[in-house]
């Protein structure tokens, strides 16, 4: 089966369930448009084996497009709405990319590829225009790696990648159903947006209510209008609704006696006072619009607290673990009404793990193998030598350990790692979700840096204006209590301007490190 072979069944199963919700349009009408599309671009040019650039928000013409590819045959090339000219035309030729799908915001003038206004109105179906017979080892998207670190390089990925990760999300079925709204304003072009925005939205039969802004005004709008069952954000996201629900409860002076209730929840139903449960939580779920089921995480390590929350409204909250690589979501977490570490869950259906070089607390390597893990970098063959095992295995370069119920806990990345001169590794994700609860502090950035030839555990704090050098000082060290003392973060910067960050919100280190080498970030002075 290709891409288009899964949409095709799709739409034959569940011909009338609304696949973009804000626009109407059932799974058959989509269908039919995305016959129309592939017309207006076999007429443009594009053909069988072509890569094919698509660079947009979060459009209705955005899957259309992806799916009328498909069609011809030819290869998406995901690209991030955030980068410059520079870099698309970098991207394009490396990819072998000659034709863009874009907003029209985004063009410009460049002899790398020709643009096409994904926008524009497509006319009839050509009838005699057959969807051509890809392969699933043919490569269906490629995309360029935007973590935090590192230099970017080419993923290839197959049908039979993107689908098996579309079966593998069946392991959330208890939460989602056919018919089931999901809300979708994770940017498409991520992986992480485009595999529970289209792969499992089409795998549930599934609606997809898109929104190209993140602006909180909106998405509260839209979660009133189209009251979404299925939600997935970045944990970022979650703890800034979290944090802003429960401030308002402490405004109107309701915190206090709602946080008893729902830690108390099972005990007061016991006692047959579910009324008083429902009275908190209802409200709270009015602001999700009323309908919400489940809501899922990925990018980074959601803090239990977070997850514990949105678990005591009645609502279960999924972590997912993935790479570009995997297609997303490989590991995914099972809803619990206690979480008490960062939990990313196992390997799902058809993929396994290995952890390798452990350490005394039992943190070592992640390697992956499986449906979902790509077959290599394009044109990479050094890397792809470093990074794959004889077995097939693919080393994600991220630190985990396991616990006796068989979920893996994310660490940090191996090429973050802080090793002391000691020989101690410190996890910088440790060390910033401690310091992310201190009040003022609103990111932070923790990596190894030199000090008068000493390696030490470096942090740069974004912090709100009337946040001083002092009140810092005495926070972090009250902080640092909570951690072993060679962990402590002694050495800091600080600065009122947001730190450099991906597009799903993960801080890139190396650019802040660079930063404060620059001289941009004051420093606290021992």
Known sequence: MNMYQKLENAANQWPENLFLVREGITYSQFLSQVRARATTLRDAGVKEGDVVGVLSHNLPQFPLTLFAIWYLGGVVLMLDTNLTPFEYDNMAEIAGCKFVCAEPSF??????????DITRKDGNIDYDLRAFPSESTDVAMMSFTSGSTGTPKVVPLTHFNLIECANSLEDMSE?????????????LYHIFGFSIGILATIHFGGGLVLQPTINPKYILDDFKTFKPH???????????????????MKIQKKWRVASFILNNQKTLQDMGLSFFVRKVQEPLLEIFGGRARLLIAGGAATKPEVENFYESLGLAFIQG????ETVGPICISKPTSKRLAYSVGAPTTNNECEIRDKDENGVGVLWLRGHQVFGGYLNNPEVNAEVFDDRGFFNTGDMVFMDKN?????????????????????????????????????????????VKDKTVTYAVFQVSPDMTMEKLSAAVAEANKKVASYKWVTHFAMTTEDLPTTSTQKVKHHVVRQNLIDGKYPDRKE
């Open 321 to 324: 673990y993935g790479l570009t």
């Open 230 to 248: 299925v939600i997935p954000a970045v944990p970022r996201i979650w703890e800034l609704f979290r944090n802003k629900i429960i401030d308002n």
């Open 107 to 116: 063009f410009y003038k460049t002899n790398k590829f020709i643009f096409f």
């Open 175 to 187: 939460y989602y159903h056919s018919g089931d709204i999901m809300y979708g304003f994770l940017p």
């Open 406 to 450: 068989g979920e893996l806990h994310f660490a940090g990345r191996k090429k973050q790692v802080i090793v002391l001169d000691s020989g101690k590794n410190v996890y910088p994700d440790e060390l910033e979700a401690l310091y992310m609860n201190i009040d003022g502090v609103k990111n932070v950035a923790v990596f190894e840096h030199k």
